[in-house]
């Protein structure tokens, strides 16, 4: 579950064309609300099933160089291509602070098919970024045949304060929401004061969410479900990239919040560690039981499906209902809660 690092850096040429004004008949100027910027205005077209991916990012350049702006999506589907730089898959690429996405109840963002198994639809490195409303929706179905898992829907990387509201994350190839770095050794910030509100989180290829390096998340009024494909199908999924059980201390996932939302496993989980609907995991645990996470509060959660903290410390779990078997490795605090089996080893 890791994004690369590569420079991504992508010359483009925006050419604003400014209407002449006529004062003959005033009322058919056209103005524009300030910082708002459309896809349409840099050749994106809803609907016509060609890749808009490139217009959107010329709309994200032009509000950058004003210091930011809302990209104001209208109805229908936005074709997402992924382009392929230096054999590397790119989608959406937000690098620039205080960008908004905002989309209409009925947009929809689709990843159209590729064969390659790293990419992020929308890829977010810039400071304050907000998305909201409408769906994006992957390319699992359609996909070209790549092993690799790590097609995210929205990848979150070495950034901090980003929001994502009232939308519909589903058939990614990979993670339907990825939090991470693009570092495994520490040596890069993570993400940071992410929260995740209102949103359903389905059918995605590998985890609905992957936490991987990320502090100062919250996750709120969720509807999480179905993860299956490619191991570990997780609903949320708490891992940091390991090496052989080592993790940074950097790289410690902490003050993680999970409250008033329902995560659905798609089946009982398997031995090999498949199909938790939530999971807290360093995968050398019986060898080099490193914590991976810390402080994690769980709230008024129902957990349709097994559970586990296998390297989480300082995890709280209260007024939640796990109807499947919570396996607890680390002496977790439940209260208030109804575990259909709590299997403490």
Same mark, same amino acid.
Request: with cysteine; proline share 3%; charged share 20%.
């Given at each position: 579950?890791?994004?690369?690092?590569?420079?991504?850096?992508?010359?483009?040429?925006?050419?604003?064309?400014?209407?002449?004004?006529?004062?003959?008949?005033?009322?058919?100027?056209?103005?524009?609300?300030?910082?708002?910027?459309?896809?349409?205005?840099?050749?994106?077209?809803?609907?016509?099933?060609?890749?808009?991916?490139?217009?959107?990012?010329?709309?994200?350049?032009?509000?950058?160089?004003?210091?930011?702006?809302?990209?104001?999506?209208?109805?229908?589907?936005?074709?997402?291509?992924?382009?392929?730089?230096? $054999?590397?898959?790119?989608?959406?690429?937000?690098?620039?602070?205080?960008?908004?996405?905002?989309?209409?109840?009925?947009?929809?963002?689709?990843?159209?098919?590729?064969?390659?198994?790293?990419?992020?639809?929308?890829?977010?490195?810039?400071?304050?970024?907000?998305?909201?409303?409408?769906?994006?929706?992957?390319?699992?179905?359609?996909?070209?045949?790549?092993?690799?898992?790590? $097609?995210?829907?929205?990848?979150?990387?070495?950034?901090?304060?980003?929001?994502?509201?009232?939308?519909?994350?589903?058939?990614?190839?990979?993670? $339907?929401?990825?939090?991470?770095?693009?570092?495994?050794?520490?040596?890069?910030?993570?993400?940071?004061?992410?929260?995740?509100?209102?949103?359903?989180?389905?059918?995605?290829?590998?985890?609905?969410?992957?936490?991987?390096?990320?502090?100062?998340?919250?996750?709120?009024?969720?509807?999480?479900?179905?993860?299956?494909?490619?191991?570990?199908?997780?609903?949320?999924?708490?891992?940091?990239?390991?090496?052989?059980?080592?993790?940074?201390?950097?790289?410690?996932?902490?003050?993680?919040?999970?409250?008033?939302?329902?995560?659905?496993?798609?089946?009982?989980?398997?031995?090999?560690?498949?199909?938790?609907?939530?999971?807290?995991?360093?995968?050398?645990?019986?060898?080099?039981?490193?914590?991976?996470?810390?402080?994690?509060?769980?709230?008024?959660?129902?957990?349709?499906?097994?559970?586990?903290?296998?390297?989480?410390?300082?995890?709280?779990?209260?007024?939640?209902?796990?109807?499947?078997?919570?396996?607890?490795?680390?002496?977790?605090?439940?209260?208030?809660?109804?575990?259909?089996?709590?299997?403490?080893?």
């Amino acid at each position: 579950m890791r994004i690369g690092n590569k420079a991504l850096t992508l010359l483009m040429a925006a050419t604003i064309a400014v209407p002449a004004i006529s004062f003959v008949t005033p009322t058919a100027i056209k103005v524009q609300a300030e910082n708002v910027y459309r896809p349409e205005d840099y050749g994106a077209k809803a609907g016509d099933g060609i890749g808009d991916r490139q217009a959107i990012k010329d709309a994200v350049e032009a509000a950058a160089q004003n210091g930011g702006g809302i990209i104001e999506f209208g109805p229908g589907q936005y074709d997402i291509d992924i382009l392929n730089f230096s $054999g590397t898959g790119i989608g959406v690429y937000v690098d620039k602070p205080n960008i908004t996405f905002r989309l209409q109840e009925s947009t929809v963002l689709n990843v159209l098919p590729t064969s390659f198994g790293e990419f992020c639809a929308i890829h977010v490195k810039g400071d304050n970024f907000k998305i909201s409303g409408g769906k994006i929706i992957g390319d699992r179905s359609g996909h070209k045949g790549s092993d690799d898992a790590d $097609g995210h829907g929205i990848g979150v990387t070495d950034c901090s304060h980003v929001e994502i509201t009232n939308m519909t994350i589903q058939d990614n190839w990979g993670d $339907g929401i990825y939090l991470g770095s693009a570092a495994d050794d520490g040596s890069y910030p993570g993400s940071s004061d992410v929260k995740i509100t209102h949103c359903t989180i389905k059918n995605n290829r590998r985890n609905n969410i992957a936490i991987v390096d990320a502090d100062h998340v919250t996750i709120d009024n969720c509807n999480i479900s179905n993860a299956s494909g490619a191991s570990p199908c997780s609903g949320i999924q708490i891992e940091p990239n390991t090496d052989e059980g080592k993790v940074p201390g950097k790289a410690v996932c902490s003050s993680i919040v999970i409250k008033n939302s329902t995560i659905n496993a798609k089946k009982k989980h398997q031995k090999n560690g498949k199909y938790f609907a939530l999971n807290i995991l360093n995968p050398y645990y019986q060898t080099n039981n490193k914590v991976v996470a810390k402080n994690v509060k769980i709230t008024n959660c129902k957990i349709k499906g097994d559970m586990g903290n296998y390297s989480g410390k300082k995890v709280v779990l209260k007024k939640t209902t796990v109807t499947g078997t919570f396996y607890d490795h680390k002496n977790t605090s439940c209260k208030k809660c109804k575990v259909k089996k709590h299997y403490k080893f």
